[in-house]
């Protein structure tokens, strides 16, 4: 996760998958192989189409168009009309249950209607949710919601029988958590102006 979207790249990817999990070569089993992406629509295509059964994750972010594409440009170009059929193909067609993961961002995702949303999308796909507290960016204005925030998000999607972590990343207080050390880097490797 973090490192780029692996199902911009199955050309790469799949061949590296079947070597992984090929038992004459590494023979890892796929239930232990994540793909994480954010909404790569073809990409997906191509992975239920060779039908390696490795686990999904999706960065969603947003149950809505309006809010994922706020947070996640790469909904303007496959947005849920288009995302949701392909992980309903992805899910019939799976063994596994899929994970959204979902970055709580004060005042832009964290209302009950978000949760509400949210968990139509995880009901009608079978999926669990991955919360994660925004991590605080200097020079972004998005905000981290406050604890009680995050965990009354989570009350309500446990409430509605969402199967529901929450993910604390270590390292916000010192500017290195998810998400912190890629812009610092970036700032420093090219300085504005």
Same mark, same amino acid.
């Given at each position: 996760?973090?490192?780029?979207?692996?199902?911009?790249?199955?050309?790469? %990817?799949? @061949? !590296? &998958?079947?070597?992984?999990?090929?038992?004459?070569?590494?023979? *890892?089993?796929?239930?232990? #192989?994540? $793909? +994480?992406?954010?909404?790569?629509?073809?990409?997906?295509?191509k992975?239920?189409?060779?039908?390696?059964?490795?686990?999904?994750?999706?960065?969603l972010?947003?149950?809505?168009?309006?809010?994922?594409?706020?947070?996640?440009?790469?909904?303007?170009?496959?947005?849920?009309?288009? %995302?949701? @059929? !392909? &992980?309903?193909?992805?899910?019939?067609?799976?063994?596994?249950? *899929?994970?959204?993961?979902? #970055?709580? $961002? +004060?005042?832009?995702?964290d209302?009950?209607q978000?949760?509400?949303?949210?968990?139509?999308?995880?009901?009608?796909?079978h999926?669990?949710?991955?919360?994660?507290?925004y991590?605080?960016?200097?020079?972004?204005?998005?905000?981290?919601?406050?604890?009680?925030?995050?965990?009354?998000?989570?009350?309500? &999607?446990?409430?509605?029988?969402?199967?529901?972590?929450?993910?604390?990343?270590?390292g916000?207080d010192?500017?290195?958590?998810?998400?912190?050390?890629?812009?610092?880097?970036?700032?420093?490797?090219h300085?504005?102006?």
């Open positions: 996760m973090g490192m780029g979207e692996p199902l911009a790249n199955t050309d790469h %990817l799949l @061949p !590296a &998958l079947r070597l992984i999990t090929d038992r004459q070569a590494l023979g *890892l089993s796929p239930r232990h #192989i994540t $793909i +994480s992406t954010s909404g790569n629509v073809p990409g997906l295509n992975l239920i189409a060779s039908g390696i059964p490795v686990r999904l994750a999706v960065s972010h947003g149950a809505t168009d309006d809010v994922r594409s706020r947070i996640m440009p790469v909904n303007r170009r496959w947005p849920l009309a288009e %995302l949701i @059929p !392909a &992980l309903e193909t992805w899910q019939a067609n799976s063994k596994h249950m *899929l994970t959204f993961e979902y #970055i709580l $961002i +004060s005042g832009v995702n209302a009950p978000h949760a509400q949303a949210l968990s139509e999308l995880a009901k009608k796909l999926a669990k949710v991955n919360l994660i507290p991590n605080p960016v200097q020079g972004l204005e998005w905000r981290r919601p406050t604890e009680t925030a995050c965990r009354a998000f989570r009350r309500t &999607l446990l409430t509605l029988h969402i199967p529901t972590t929450m993910r604390y990343e270590k916000a010192i500017n290195a958590a998810c998400g912190q050390l890629r812009l610092q880097h970036s700032e420093e490797t300085p504005p102006g």
